[in-house]
C-alpha cells in the first residue's frame, strides 16, 4: 500500500499540469502547403481564411519564387477585436468568437515541422498581451522535418484590454 501511494499522487499531479496546458488561451494551427500539378503551383488548406487575407499575408522564405518581394516580413501577427475585421479574414474559422468578451490573434510565420503549437506562457501588462509559443516536442528518435510551409497560429482568449500583441516562438 505504501508504494501505491507515491504512484497515485504523482499520476494526481501529472493530471493537474497536464491541464494547464494552454493557459486559458484556445490555439488552432491552419497549414497552408504547396505542391505542383502539371507545372502549377497548386495550394492546400482547410479553406480558412479568406482569398485576399492569404495574399496580404505572406511570410518570407516561404515563397521561393522570383516573384517573391525582398521586403516581405519574416512573420506577421495580426489581432482580431471586432466581428467586421473577423468577416474581413475568416471564409470558415474554425471557432466562434463572442467579440464582448473575446479577441483572436492570429501569427504566421514559415515552420519546417508539422508538430502542434501550444502556449508556454501569456501575461497582460498595459495593454500589451505577451505571448510564448513553443512546438510540442517530436518522439525521440522521430524525424518530423518538413518541406517549408506557412502556418496561421490562431489563438483566442478572453483578454479584452489589449491593444498590441507581442509573440515569441520557440523552435525545439
Not at 495580426?78 to 463572442?98: E, G, H, R, Y
Not at 505577451?130 to 518530423?144: H, P, R, V, Y
Request: aromatic content about 10%; proline content about 3%.
Amino acid at each position: 500500500m505504501k508504494r501505491i501511494l507515491p504512484i497515485v499522487l504523482a499520476l494526481i499531479l501529472l493530471c493537474v499540469f497536464a491541464s494547464c496546458g494552454n493557459q486559458g488561451v484556445e490555439v488552432y494551427d491552419v497549414g497552408i502547403y504547396y505542391h505542383e500539378e502539371d507545372g502549377v503551383r497548386v495550394r492546400e488548406d482547410q479553406d480558412v481564411f479568406r482569398e485576399d487575407f492569404l495574399t496580404a499575408t505572406k511570410v518570407k522564405s516561404h515563397w521561393f519564387d522570383e516573384e517573391a518581394d525582398p521586403n516581405t516580413n519574416q512573420h506577421m501577427t495580426i489581432l482580431i477585436k471586432s466581428q467586421k475585421t473577423f468577416d474581413s479574414v475568416f471564409a470558415n474559422c474554425p471557432t466562434t468568437v463572442d467579440f464582448d468578451k473575446e479577441i483572436l490573434v492570429i501569427y504566421t510565420e514559415t515552420f519546417l515541422n508539422g508538430r502542434p503549437t501550444q502556449v508556454k506562457k501569456h501575461s497582460l501588462k498595459d495593454g500589451v498581451l505577451s505571448i510564448t509559443l513553443e512546438n510540442k516536442k517530436a518522439a525521440l528518435g522521430k524525424k518530423d522535418t518538413s518541406s517549408p510551409y506557412q502556418r496561421y497560429v490562431i489563438l483566442k482568449t478572453a483578454s479584452k484590454d489589449v491593444e498590441n500583441v507581442e509573440i515569441e516562438y520557440i523552435k525545439n
